[in-house]
């Protein structure tokens, strides 16, 4: 596939050369280019040989040396996949997207569901849209570790709840990826009745056959909005529900972990909220491979917070620094509020001066069972907060907004809107140690 040109840096190797902007990349090394993982892949070489159209469409053919470094050919293209990207075709009877209210901007009823984009930005993939030759090219260019929705090992259930005729025969495509030696992060999203219970402990059980190469699996709890008109019923998890997830996974984990020296297996924090126990610490979650996923997000937020506090106490001892007087809002999600909390009281007890006021969201546009600060709209900030003229600034978690730069919330309000909205300046933050430092004034926002 010809593959047009966006742009090329003029002292790259290709630019040199006189490539530029609307020239057509040919192939690489003798390979067609589909997509930048093509790309990547057959131009990681020492020597690299180009064949393109310059913009008066004349054939141009080089060898150039990279030293293996891609980068120094200096190429740029529209869009990292190079052509349409991959929707999900599948049904799954707990699918978000199927549960969104209308009238929202159109991106956010795209169903993805692209292994090139699972391998370029972490996303998580069925495998149903792809092929046994889709395989062998991921195995080829061994591209690791891949993120896989696989939901349940059963076949037939996999079918049922995907709705999806496919979805049980490409669980094989697991058992190759891992013969390969390719990484696999591996996700549950469980439904009550369906695949927790038994069948959580069959997919366990299947998953960890595949040996050392599957890295994590988490478990995550069905999302459940408002907006489920004409679906599958489905239940929320309850306290005791959500306790049984827990032992049956820190149940396998126990009988497998000296044989495999770390957890092979982990709830999402949501369960542990729901089940009313506390949070593991940071060593349970080993590399902490799952936080896209709110599987340890919890624990690793309250680590850093306290790391950075012990080493900011210390620096403010040591040099007698002061800390500026300040009146702050947190604004989050009520499953975030009480860490919130815990750490505000914290801060505010070692940093006199500090006024910290957390600021809970009940999510009335999705519906009360969503309680996850990502999906807390400016909207309900709005009507629940009101005017915070009197707070030197407010903080959110930089997860509630959407479009990258653009700092938009998914009612599509934007940053700056809500901050006028709100009467005071509004500094998104993630982690925890940016939390305190932006509490203190040493954010990458400092105060004006």
């Known amino acids: 596939m010809a593959v047009k040109i966006k742009s090329v840096r003029p002292d790259s190797l290709c630019g040199k050369k006189g490539l530029t902007a609307g020239c057509v990349l040919l192939s690489v090394n003798g390979h067609d280019i ?3 993982l093509d790309y990547r892949f057959y131009a990681n070489a020492k020597r690299v040989h180009i064949e393109c159209l310059d913009n008066e469409k004349n054939r141009l053919d080089f060898h150039l040396k990279t030293g293996g470094n891609v980068d120094e050919l200096g190429l740029e293209f529209d869009t990292y996949l190079m052509d349409k990207q991959h929707s999900c075709k ?3 009877i707990f699918c978000f997207v199927d549960q969104m209210p209308h009238g929202m901007r159109k991106s ?3 169903k993805d569901d692209d292994s090139r984009l699972s391998f370029l930005f972490g996303n998580y993939v069925t495998l149903t849209n792809m092929t046994e030759a889709d395989i062998d090219r991921l195995t080829q260019m061994h591209i690791s570790p891949v993120n896989i929705s696989v939901h349940t090992m059963n076949p037939e259930l996999r079918v049922k709840m995907m709705k999806n005729p496919n979805a049980g025969k490409v669980l094989s495509y697991l058992k190759k990826l891992a013969d390969a030696g390719i990484q696999i992060n591996a996700q549950l999203v469980l439904c ?9 402990l069959y997919s366990l059980n299947e998953l960890y056959k595949l040996g050392e190469s599957v890295a994590s699996v988490a478990a995550v709890p069905v999302g459940l ?6 679906l599958c019923k489905l239940d929320c998890y309850t306290r005791e529900t959500a306790s049984e997830v827990i032992d049956i996974i820190d149940n396998f984990n126990m009988e497998h972990y000296y044989e495999l020296g770390r957890n092979f297996a982990y709830a999402a924090d949501e369960f542990y909220l729901k089940a009313l126990r506390e949070m593991p610490e940071p060593e349970y979650y080993d590399e ?7 599987v340890g ?3 690793l937020t309250k680590y850093d917070f306290y790391t950075a506090l012990k080493e900011e106490t210390a620096r403010a001892a040591k040099y007698n620094e002061k800390y500026k007087k300040r009146k702050i809002a947190i604004i989050t999600g009520v499953a975030a509020s009480p860490l919130m909390k815990e750490l505000s009281e914290l801060a505010e007890k070692s940093f006199s001066g500090l006024e910290i006021d957390v600021k809970t969201i009940i999510n009335d546009f999705f519906g009360h069972e969503v309680t996850v600060a990502g999906l807390v709209t400016a909207g309900d900030i709005i009507k629940q907060v009101g005017d915070l003229s009197d707070y030197d600034f407010a903080m959110i978690p930089s997860v509630m907004l959407r479009d990258g730069g653009d700092r938009v919330f998914l009612d599509d309000i934007t940053l700056d809107e809500l901050s006028e909205r709100l009467n005071v300046k509004i500094l998104p933050t993630g982690g925890g140690r940016e939390l305190l430092l932006t509490m203190i004034g040493k954010g990458s926002e400092k105060d004006e």
């Open 297 to 299: 997000m919890w624990s």
């Open 192 to 200: 009550p009745g369906y695949n927790d219970g038994k069948e959580l």
């Open 288 to 294: 902490f491979r799952q936080l896209d996923n709110g």
């Open 108 to 110: 956010l009823y795209f």
């Open 34 to 36: 589909n997509d930048v």
């Open 225 to 230: 909005t408002k907006h489920r008109v004409g």
């Open 90 to 92: 599948n049904k799954c």
